[in-house]
């Protein structure tokens, strides 16, 4: 049988990019130490969906209320790297990129991080041009951390922080090296859960990635027997954090049968983990296409038929015998392979649509965010921005709703909404702005500032100016607040803008359109538009009215308004200029599906 590679591709190209810039059922023979579980008193009043710390029962997994939810998340990884944080950061800020991820759909996030980061180290490749990430100023990798934890779980997404390597360098077979020991793989686990003990944003670690051969399942040889080492680490986390649920994903090798890097769970039926805390436990399989390494089962003349057997045999079956949660920590592709756009469409209807099954399904999370993950490519494209809409789209029945807001400690309480929001001047390139300050119990932070759909800065103050903008122009601005726990307001009343001067004159532009996937209950479209002038445009708007009843609920490389059928598209600060006979484009969601292809109108000044 053919392994993946010894190295992943998908982490080779970071530092030269960036340079340049479950629970088991009643444990046998483990008797909990602790409370079971966390549930409400039956007079509490029902809180939303995912509130609080989770459980697990049989194969589901249930929020402090004992509600089902489902994990449907996203790997962003950097943490791991040498750029000790998360990428993209060199080109957007942080709270648009979570933004983005919630309101595409997801509604957990996986952060890889290596044990450098409890070094002290710092983060680099962070841009704090126009006020992005101006709150990242100065901080380490894990207080950077806290601030991506906090603004998640205040917008409603959760949180599994995932023990990728024991350093920077390079993935590992096993949970230590000679560089890094047991000891300090499990003391850095205590303190990640000690640090986060309290902050519901935070559900679950994932131990280490991808363990491997030598790796064994059971074999009881302590150097080398990951399950055992499992419930080492495992119960060494709830010892400060009993809330916590652990992720133990597989090995390579079981009983002389290899999968993927941490994708054989085929021993946990003869030899389960065993915890100190009950309904802790969710097994982590991961499971990849031909774009990572080849396989038998791909070229199986069955095939895609072949695959739900491979995956009931490897992992699946835990989930199926009601044993524990699964979760798919990792699945990804680049889906330029026919087999592999067949792979991942097997796969999504493996793991169970959540219209038909809500939370009594399989959870995951897909590789990856990042675009330059290099064996799979990422949900982003190369420009951090645009959205792989063919590659979302596969996800969209298997997606689930958000979450309640968590996270800051306890604080879920957002600031006021600003108010009194008013122009106070304009030339032809800039427009000036001033606001009423809101007020917040735990103090507010500072504001965000947005150009139609997209966050252009920050202040701390109640005044902020925008620049470099088109003359003889109109631009919407919205403004929110954002405490000092992370939790960010709503936003406040729109108010337009108009450059002095003439805009240059029209160029000329035509659009046209592309429907990229279709689901019946939503679809993504993507609109191309290619400059007819002579000249450079300086920026461009395309309008359309809806023949139905659509309306958008995200853009990509383009700002929008909606005024009942009428949608209006501006440009984002990157893709204004286009060359004369040269192209540009955008994507959006909306719903419902089947909308036709409406007639656009573009111009370009």
Known sequence: MRHPPSHRLRHALVALLTAAVAALLPLAGAAPAQAAT????????????????????????????????????????????????????WSRDYKSMIDQMKTLGYNTIRLPYSDDIFKGTQPNSITFAGGMNADLQGLNSLQVMDKIVNYAGSVGLKVVLDRHRPDSSAQSALWYTSAVPESTWIADLKALATRYNGNTAVIGIDLHNEPHDPACWGCGDTSIDWRLAAERGGNAVLSVNPNLLIFVEGVQTVNG???????????????????????????????????????????????????????????????KQNIAPVWLGEFGTTLQATVDQKWLAALVDYLRPTATYGGDSFNWTFWSWNPNSGDTGGILKDDWQTVDTVKDGYLATIKAPGFGGAGGGGDTTPPSVPTGLGVTGTTSSSVTLSWNASTDAGGVAGYDIYRGTGMIGQATGTTFTDTGLTAGTRYDYTVRARDTAGNISAASASVSATTTGSGGGSTGCTATYKVSSDWGSGFNADITLTNTGATTSKSWQVTWDWPGSQTVSSMWNATYSQVGKTVTARNADHNGAIAAGASTGFGFGAAPGGAGVPVLNCTAS
């Open 38 to 89: 966390a549930t409400s008193s039956p007079s509490a009043v029902a809180a939303a969906p995912g509130a609080g710390y989770w459980h697990t029962d049989g194969r589901r997994i249930l929020d402090a209320q004992s509600q089902p939810v489902r994990m449907a998340g996203i790997n962003w990884f950097g943490f791991e790297t040498a750029n000790y944080v998360t990428h993209g950061l």
């Open 257 to 319: 049968q290899s999968y993927w890097w941490g994708g054989n769970l085929a021993g946990v039926a003869a030899a389960p983990v065993r915890l100190s805390v009950a309904n802790r436990v969710v097994y982590s399989a991961h499971d990849y296409a031909t774009s990572v390494a080849q396989q038998p089962w791909f070229s199986d003349p069955s095939f895609p038929s072949n695959m739900p057997g491979i995956w009931d045999k490897n992992w699946g079956y835990i989930f």
